[in-house]
């Protein structure tokens, strides 16, 4: 069973609609939770970070944690053609330091 | 923020040489880095775990004696393909784990990646 699991997509979004990307995670240990943006060809760079039950806000994302349910979401408000690309999401096991990344979802927005 | 870079950002070698790529942190000490590895349209792979004073730890398929990983300080590490082939032609990428204040969660930045093309 997959530690971390992303619809890989593709998800099309129409420029300026709300992208939702959703992330469901099988270890109840995990206690953080990262999103990371992969444009094609280069390396994927930290968009949020999230800790605590609940949404956090930076600019037009927004990420969202329910430990209840065990999944993690990113919102992606005003799309914007930039923001097309691959997202990863990312929590480390309760007990290992290495990330385990879900297989990402291909995010195309259309102007 | 947390800046990590790269060198070289590109390689093109020959069958059978060794290429050496580093990875540092520019603004923070990292006890601890990882080395992925990415074939076009795929996802990341983790190789290994470089931990800075220590031997690294492969994960399970990457064989150790090909993927030389030295992390001699808190700010550089290495890896170094030996007797590079053309299926190791691959995008190299490296990040390095900044402790968060207060202890809640190390975060990984990655480096830019390197390109290895091997004839």
């Known amino acids: 069973q997959k530690e971390v699991e992303q619809n890989s997509g593709p998800l099309s979004v129409p420029e300026g609609a709300i992208a939702s990307l959703n992330c469901t995670y099988s270890d109840r240990g995990s206690q953080s939770f990262f999103w990371y943006r992969q444009y094609s060809g280069k390396s994927p760079e930290l968009i949020m970070s999230?800790?605590?039950?609940g949404d956090k806000e930076d600019g037009r994302f927004t990420a969202q944690l329910n430990k209840a349910s065990q999944y993690v979401s990113l919102l992606i408000r005003d799309s914007q053609p930039s923001d097309s690309a691959t997202y990863l999401c990312a929590g480390p096991p309760f007990s290992a330091q290495k990330l385990v990344f879900g297989q990402g979802t291909r995010l195309t927005i259309n102007p | 923020g947390a800046v990590v870079s790269q060198h070289p950002s590109w390689v093109i070698c020959k069958s059978g040489t060794s290429v050496k790529i580093e990875c540092r942190s520019l603004?923070?000490?990292?006890?601890?880095m990882f080395w992925y590895r990415q074939f076009p349209k795929q996802s990341l792979m983790l190789m290994a775990t470089?931990?800075?004073?220590?031997?690294?730890?492969?994960e399970q398929g990457v064989e150790k004696d090909k993927f030389l990983i030295n992390h001699a300080s808190l700010t550089l590490s290495t890896l170094t393909v030996t007797s590079a082939h053309p299926e190791d032609s691959s995008f190299y990428i490296c990040?390095?784990?900044?402790?968060?204040?207060?202890?809640?969660?190390?975060?990984?930045?990655f480096g830019p990646g390197t390109r290895l093309t091997v004839l």
């Open positions: 999230i800790y605590s039950n």
């Open positions: 603004d923070f000490q990292a006890t601890t």
């Open positions: 470089s931990n800075e004073g220590s031997k690294a730890t492969y």
């Open positions: 990040s390095a784990q900044r402790p968060l204040a207060g202890g809640v969660a190390d975060t990984q930045y």
